[in-house]
């Protein structure tokens, strides 16, 4: 039997929430953001927009917008979506943390079934997550069950499915602990990318609880603008992927092999796609690009516990690589969707 629930409803026994929205010259979308906010069923204690180093023009938008909502602005340099959180949790002082991304906005009882889902009796509450509509720029909805579809493991119960596939805990559809969140430190703000998932295996990995609530409660909307596009993103993944690295040595002793078989079926054909296509564009990032691939394969081809013929493979991509001018790898990926090729594709793959 699941423990009782808090009652969301009852002002005396309702825990406080605070809401804090990153803002980065999202004048287009934040009114719809923050609306969205202002009209829940059990409304925020606190509401905390974080201008992130916007242009001026962006600022005065939401400072109007201010007027008519009651809400507070913290101004900072740009520092990305993790540091504006950080700041806005540094600002308020609710026991329970909600974010939203300024593109996305909230069903209307996002922050009420949330609230409903913590347990009563959890001491070491961590967070309670639950699913998202997909949808387009526009709010034009796409889908219903976005976190369903992309991952199959709720709630988090294994650091080993964490590492090897995206965690897809969305913070616009979370709520968390302040507790677990300072006892992590919040975001790494070393990240503009992958700061979700690294903020919430943190919180795993301190003993922490999780909870899935398989409702969606939030919008969020894709588009080529949103920060899950870009150079940062890539930048991102690859720091990330090194402080995983780091992290998670091999244990041979106990048979746990994290390089070869969790972080390279993750990230290793990522990080040939993003060098071939640097080279296929032949533009500013085609060195940088390369050189997160060499320095991947470094680390793969230096470790023990990965197969020959991996490490041959990986080899020859980088080789194949180095020696393609964009003419040639546009021909290659041309000619490689031709039945009599798909064979020959396989050497711009890595694989474990």
Same mark, same amino acid.
């Given at each position: 039997?699941?423990?009782?629930?808090?009652?969301?409803?009852?002002?005396?026994?309702?825990?406080?929430?605070?809401?804090?929205?990153?803002?980065?010259?999202?004048?287009?979308?934040?009114?719809?953001?923050?609306?969205?906010?202002? +009209?829940?069923?059990?409304?925020?204690?606190?509401?905390?927009?974080?201008?992130?180093?916007?242009?001026?023009?962006?600022?005065?938008?939401?400072?109007?917008?201010?007027?008519?909502?009651?809400?507070?602005?913290?101004?900072?340099?740009?520092?990305?979506?993790?540091?504006?959180?950080?700041?806005?949790?540094?600002?308020?002082?609710?026991?329970?943390?909600?974010?939203?991304?300024?593109?996305? &906005?909230?069903?209307?009882?996002?922050?009420?079934?949330?609230?409903?889902?913590?347990?009563?009796?959890?001491? *070491?509450?961590? /967070?309670?997550?639950?699913?998202?509509?997909?949808?387009?720029?526009?709010?034009?909805?796409?889908?219903?069950?976005?976190?369903?579809?992309?991952?199959?493991?709720?709630?988090?119960?294994?650091?080993?499915?964490?590492?090897?596939?995206?965690?897809?805990?969305?913070?616009?559809?979370?709520?968390?602990?302040? %507790?677990?969140?300072?006892?992590?430190?919040? /975001?790494?703000?070393?990240?503009?990318? /992958?700061?979700?998932?690294?903020?919430?295996?943190?919180?795993?990995?301190?003993?922490?609880?999780?909870?899935?609530?398989?409702?969606?409660?939030?919008?969020?909307?894709?588009?080529?603008? !949103?920060?899950?596009?870009?150079? *940062?993103?890539?930048? !991102?993944? =690859?720091?990330?992927?090194?402080?995983?690295?780091?992290?998670?040595?091999?244990?041979?002793?106990? +048979?746990? =092999?994290?390089?070869?078989?969790?972080?390279?079926?993750?990230?290793?054909?990522?990080?040939?796609?993003?060098?071939?296509?640097?080279?296929?564009?032949? +533009?500013?990032?085609?060195?940088?690009?390369?050189?997160?691939?060499?320095?991947? %394969?470094?680390?793969?081809?230096?470790?023990?516990?990965?197969?020959?013929?991996?490490?041959?493979?990986?080899?020859?991509?980088? &080789?194949?690589? %180095?020696?393609?001018?964009?003419?040639?790898?546009?021909?290659?990926?041309?000619?490689?969707?031709?039945?009599?090729?798909?064979?020959?594709?396989?050497? =711009? *793959?890595?694989?474990?």
């Amino acid at each position: 039997m699941s423990a009782p629930a808090l009652d969301p409803t009852s002002a005396p026994n309702r825990p406080s929430v605070v809401v804090v929205i990153p803002f980065y010259n999202g004048a287009d979308f934040i009114e719809r953001s923050v609306r969205s906010v202002f +009209n829940q069923t059990v409304p925020a204690d606190e509401v905390v927009v974080v201008n992130d180093g916007s242009r001026p023009e962006e600022r005065e938008v939401l400072g109007a917008l201010a007027l008519r909502y009651p809400f507070r602005i913290i101004d900072k340099e740009n520092g990305g979506q993790g540091s504006a959180r950080n700041a806005g949790v540094a600002a308020s002082t609710a026991s329970y943390i909600c974010f939203l991304d300024q593109d996305d &906005f909230y069903l209307p009882n996002h922050i009420e079934l949330l609230v409903d889902a913590i347990p009563r009796d959890d001491a *070491r509450f961590g /967070f309670v997550y639950a699913d998202l509509y997909e949808a387009d720029v526009d709010g034009n909805v796409v889908r219903t069950e976005l976190v369903k579809q992309h991952s199959k493991d709720h709630p988090k119960t294994s650091i080993f499915d964490i590492l090897r596939h995206d965690m897809f805990v969305l913070p616009s559809a979370t709520l968390v602990s302040r %507790a677990a969140f300072d006892a992590v430190q919040g /975001f790494d703000d070393q990240f503009m990318g /992958f700061e979700d998932d690294d903020l919430f295996m943190r919180i795993f990995r301190k003993g922490y609880s999780n909870h899935y609530l398989d409702r969606a409660v939030t919008v969020w909307c894709i588009h080529t603008e !949103s920060t899950s596009f870009g150079i *940062r993103m890539i930048r !991102s993944r =690859y720091r990330f992927f090194k402080k995983l690295a780091a992290t998670y040595p091999d244990e041979p002793k106990r +048979n746990r =092999y994290y390089l070869r078989d969790y972080l390279m079926p993750r990230f290793g054909k990522l990080f040939v796609d993003h060098a071939i296509q640097a080279i296929k564009l032949d +533009n500013e990032y085609r060195e940088e690009m390369f050189a997160h691939l060499d320095d991947y %394969a470094g680390m793969v081809l230096g470790n023990p516990y990965v197969g020959w013929r991996a490490k041959t493979r990986l080899r020859l991509t980088r &080789f194949l690589l %180095a020696h393609s001018s964009p003419g040639m790898v546009r021909a290659i990926g041309n000619a490689t969707k031709l039945p009599l090729f798909r064979g020959f594709r396989r050497l =711009y *793959r890595t694989e474990a």
